[in-house]
């Protein structure tokens, strides 16, 4: 079983870029067991699938949010990043790393979760 840290910076503003880390141990980001998400929950909302990243660095994005986000990896330090531009308040949440065994944009099918970092963006 991995477990998932997620880090971040809190408090944003408006229009500033978030970046956000997931160090991973218990297993390695490269295997093809897992792929690996981002996950996010905003406030009275449900979980909203942001992206993931697979073993050999290929990454699928949610449409919607695909034209500000970039996921990315660095396999020495078993980490993953979220990058997100042009945040707005809407994008107040926290934001979760997720692993699920297969590729999958449903945030049930994933079984191991961090803890979750709050990131709120200010107007």
């Known amino acids: 079983q991995v477990q998932l840290q997620e880090s971040g910076p809190g408090l944003v503003k408006s229009s500033q870029v978030l970046s956000l880390t997931c160090s991973v141990s218990g297993g390695s980001i490269t295997t093809s067991r897992y792929a690996w998400s981002w996950i996010r929950q905003s406030p009275g909302k449900g979980l909203e699938w942001i992206g993931l990243?697979?073993?050999?660095?290929?990454?699928y994005y949610n449409p919607l949010l695909k034209s500000r986000t970039s996921l990315s990896r660095d396999n020495a330090k078993n980490t993953v990043y979220l990058q997100m531009d042009a945040l707005v308040p809407e994008d107040t949440a926290v934001y979760y790393c997720?692993?699920?065994?297969?590729?999958?944009?449903?945030?049930?099918?994933?079984?191991?979760w961090g803890q979750g970092t709050q990131v709120t963006v200010s107007s």
């Open positions: 990243i697979k073993d050999r660095g290929n990454t």
């Open positions: 997720a692993a699920a065994p297969f590729l999958t944009r449903r945030a049930t099918d994933y079984k191991s």
